[in-house]
């Protein structure tokens, strides 16, 4: 384990570890050393401890794959980040991977979120690896079946999904289907997660088109099927993770299944991310729930959302300060081509919780 922990958490870490309890997005630790490896020979693949026995044959098979593998690792660390900087939970945790922190192992609403935006992020990765001609094992998504509307035909390279969800996939819910990973509920809670997940990614398959023709007239227009960004996958993620669903590991009918567990009776969605344990408020530090508190924290006076100084700080009260930034501006235009800006020193107010 890194030494970077603060020595609290270090503790709870080791203790987690002891108990055998291990996460299965420990393949996030690819992000710390991924970059460094050349993925041309299969002992690369033993870089990283947490790979379970399925993923590292899923390595050892596809070499190729794993640089994209190693870039959804990155991209869901700071794509979490980014969409949590407005949260008093803001994914900071994700940066201890391969180990994590409570908030990340305990089956919360957060590791649900995390789950889902892996899992996306790794056939994302995967199916817009093809498009660009990165992998000699496949290349653009199929033609797509539906009629093109009026005005433009299919062309281009679209992302080839299909191989992203099947190559992702296997590798996102490795950890799943080996025995070692957690209890069975853990183990169902997360498989539907990522299954979320990649239909969050699915579903943002959009029509992307590019013009032709003299001069820009658009006359032809050839048109494919790309994946938004992840930042917006991330996005619906989060409305996902705002509505997520409690759930309880129980029998219905002859099976033990994840049902609702303040609801009526019925079996969870499939567009629902769903959690098992309860989390924290995130206000006060707590290194046995993970949680960091909020004080230091910035946030905004005129906000009424998540990042208000109230809701951010918990009722604590916030501190001022201001702080002078320097900004281009006075910009002028001169012909031909450039533009001259002046620096302008300008004094900002900041808050941050009590
Ligand atoms: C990364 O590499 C360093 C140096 O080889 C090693 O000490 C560390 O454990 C590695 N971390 C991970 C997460 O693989
Ligand atoms: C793998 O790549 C590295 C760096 O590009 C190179 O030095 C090494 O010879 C390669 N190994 C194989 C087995 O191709
Ligand atoms: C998240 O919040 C913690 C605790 O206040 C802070 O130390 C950390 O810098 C923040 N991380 C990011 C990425 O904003
Ligand atoms: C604070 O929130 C307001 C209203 O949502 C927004 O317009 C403004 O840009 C925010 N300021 C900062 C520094 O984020």
Redesign the pocket.
Known sequence: MGSSFPAPLRLTLALLWQLGLSAAIQWLGLMVNGSRVAWNETQHCKILDGLVPDQVQLCRRNLELMHSIVRAAKETKGVC?KTF?DMRW???SIEYAPSFSPDLMKGTRESAFVYALAAAAVSHSIARACASGELPICSCGSVPSEVPGPGFRWGGCGDNLRYGLQMGSAFADGPMKSSKAGGQATRLMNLHNNAVGRQVLTDSLETKCKCHGVSGSCSVKTCWKGLQDLSEIATDLKSKYLAAIKVTHRHMGTRKQLVPKELDIRPVREAELVYLVSSPDYCTKDSKLGS??????QCNKTSVGSDSCNLMCCGRGYNAYTESVVERCQCKYHWCCYVICKKCQRTVERYVCK
């Open positions: 980040q900087s803001n994914c900071s960091l508190g909020t004080q230091d924290r």
